[in-house]
């Protein structure tokens, strides 16, 4: 069967993923980067304006966005919603992390599940003349969510796990690799992608008012031991993991996460201090350029290595 021509795709993109958006259009020849001016009015609101709007018109464009604060979603909410009615032939959204993710559920009356607003606002994104936007998103944090997402877009979930697999396997100890997982919700989410590798699973268990870290399965005895899940906060969980693994006689420990989202500069407990035990220490400690604001914050500060979604993105304005 012949392969269908590769489309060209005009790629807008917010202030924040500027460097990734270079990246993305670096990665091929088919992808032309577009500007936006994002200029505000004296009382703080937006006031934008898409340059060569008459030129895109039949033509596939797509947005990079980076919903980092809620004060930078109303402005590229405004763009996301004009894009698709400047008679484009197709609109691509490409939101790498879902910030709400993790906030899928109710647990009492009264609670607010913002992944359920966010991903209703995104369905409400005008329909292009090609039809729904398709809206790119990675290691969203509940796999359930797709199920939130309306008629009007069609969500395309990609995963940033073969981007540490190809890492994994550059690693002069790639023979002693063994995959951990803080939680079940981890290993649910990601073990099918790891399954040629050794595992071990920790969980946490209640122990007065204390939630303590255990290890549940897996031996990590004489391994380079490397913990996976979607996103990191304040890095708690990934801390305790380390310290029971190292315990149980893992060699080294590092982490990789896809979206490191690290508020109040709590990357800031990861990096090697001069004199540090290495027991305590993470050998690495990988991210994608996800969450832009962090890769800035931990550029050549070890253990950080950014592991680049660039040309996975390529790929997908190409679905």
């Not at 959204?93 to 606002?121: C, H, Y």
């Not at 109040?264 to 001069?274: A, L, P, Y």
């Not at 950014?306 to 304005?317: Q, R, Y």
């Amino acid at each position: 069967m012949e392969k269908p021509k590769k489309k060209q795709v005009l790629l807008f993109y917010c202030v924040e993923a500027q460097d990734l958006a270079r990246k993305i259009a670096a990665q091929s020849d088919h992808i032309q980067l577009q500007s936006i001016n994002w200029r505000s009015f004296d009382d703080g609101f937006p006031n934008l304006f898409i340059n060569n709007a008459q030129d895109i018109r039949g033509q596939h464009v797509s947005f990079l966005a980076s919903f980092s604060s809620p004060a930078v979603i109303f402005e590229q909410l405004s763009v996301i919603f004009a894009l698709p009615r400047l008679f484009v032939a197709s609109f691509t959204l490409v939101l790498p992390f879902f910030p709400t993710g993790s906030f899928e559920r109710m647990e009492e009356e009264g609670d607010v599940a913002t992944a359920f607003t966010m991903a209703r606002i995104l369905s409400n994104i005008p329909i292009s003349r090609g039809g729904p936007t398709s809206l790119v998103i990675y290691d969203i944090h509940a796999l359930q969510e797709r199920f939130y997402f309306g008629d009007n877009v069609l969500p395309c979930f990609e995963t940033g796990i073969p981007l540490l697999k190809q890492r994994l396997h550059q690693l002069a100890d790639s023979d002693k690799i063994v995959i951990a997982f803080p939680d079940d919700g981890a290993w649910k989410r990601f073990h099918k992608m790891l399954d040629h590798f050794p595992m071990v699973v920790c969980a946490k268990v209640r122990e007065g008012d204390k939630r303590i870290v255990r290890l549940k399965e897996g031996n990590p005895t004489g391994c380079h031991v490397v913990i996976v899940d979607d996103l990191v906060q304040s890095g708690g969980t990934l801390i305790e993991c380390q310290k029971v693994l190292a315990a149980h006689g893992a060699t080294k420990v590092s982490a990789y996460v896809t979206h490191a989202v690290f508020p109040k500069n709590s990357w800031e407990r990861f990096v090697h201090k001069n004199g540090e035990d290495s027991n305590k220490a993470f050998a690495y400690f990988w991210i994608t350029d996800s969450c832009s604001p962090t890769v800035k914050n931990i550029e050549n500060k070890a253990p950080f290595e950014v592991l680049s979604l660039a040309g996975s993105i390529a790929d997908a304005l190409q679905i």
